[in-house]
């Protein structure tokens, strides 16, 4: 039984279409899961906008879609999922309740694409079957065989970190968490165990994150440090500094594998097939 991850969009903060970020991409965060019973997506980035067209080309027409969280970098490419205005889609939507945020999902993304934000209202996108506010912890079962754990993480307003876990194997999807140095996290730990793949917040390297205390990031060492503390298999090194050039992302590239070879340096496009 095999599974593919793809990464459409990797970068934190800030989408940069730059000559500056193209080896590793500049599209914010978004990854698919793709099981023989189903399609998951993680957060809507603009790297949705690339998916959308294809899961059209591919002719999938449903789709679960989980949020870590609702800051910008995670939802703006949202009015550009193009399969989500098809009536004929059908997509499911899941975010977990946030601190100080009364309202769900559904109230975030309507607010987006108000206007004078969008000249496009949500409730165009009638390929949308259902909003669901969660509690961060809940398990869930998308597809038969397929379930989905969430924990909370650190960061401002809160965040939720996943689990996948289908055939016997498991990916972590950990982004936007700060940890605290040597007192590594319980939530990411667990969530990362035994893993095929942990796909973690490595915004920032040891050296910067003294500076960014209190940011809800975390450095691509510590990501390390807890992959193999957790028997994670590989660590995809994700959610890059919108600062950090394709040449600075080459050297934290080339740092990780040498620190582990378990270590690389996600990318949009690029696809990790889970198998037994």
């Known amino acids: 039984m095999t599974y593919t991850v793809k990464f459409w969009g990797v970068r934190g903060s800030i989408a940069c279409p730059s ?41 999938i027409g449903q789709a679960h879609l989980f949020f870590t969280h609702t800051h910008w970098d995670h ?31 559904e109230h975030v993304l309507t607010g987006q694409m108000e206007t004078p934000n969008f000249p496009v ?8 079957v259902s909003y669901e506010d969660f509690e961060v912890g809940s398990v869930f079962c998308p597809y038969e065989g397929v379930t989905v754990r969430t924990v909370a993480l650190r960061h401002p307003n809160g965040a939720c970190g996943y689990r996948i876990e289908h055939g016997g194997h498991a990916v972590a999807y950990i982004t936007d968490t700060e940890h605290t140095p040597g007192q590594p996290d319980t939530n990411v730990l667990a969530l990362m165990k035994d893993t095929d793949l942990a796909i973690y917040d490595c915004t920032y390297t040891d050296d910067e994150f003294p500076t960014k205390v209190g940011w809800g990031h975390s450095t691509w060492q510590e990501g390390v440090r807890l992959a193999r503390m957790a028997g994670a298999k590989r660590l995809a090194i994700f959610h890059h500094d919108p600062e ?10 080339a740092e990780a594998k040498a620190a582990w070879d378990g270590a690389t340096v996600a ?8 198998a037994e």
Do not use: W
């Not at 080896?23 to 949705?48: K, P, Q, R």
């Not at 939507?93 to 309202?103: F, N, V």
């Open 75 to 105: 939802i703006n490419g949202f009015p550009f999922f193009a399969p989500a205005f098809n009536p004929a889609f059908k997509l499911e939507i899941h975010g977990g309740r946030q601190e100080g945020s009364p309202r769900g999902i």
């Open 121 to 128: 209202p949500l409730a165009a996108m009638r390929g949308i």
């Open 267 to 274: 990318r949009d496009g690029m696809e990790i097939v889970i």
């Open 19 to 59: 000559p500056d970020h193209v080896v590793y991409g500049g599209n914010t965060s978004c990854i698919s899961v793709a099981t023989e019973a189903g399609t998951i997506i993680f957060d809507a980035g603009t790297g949705i906008r690339s998916l959308g067209r294809d899961l059209i080309r591919r002719g």
């Open 244 to 253: 950090h050039t394709d040449d600075v992302m080459a050297g934290i590239e």
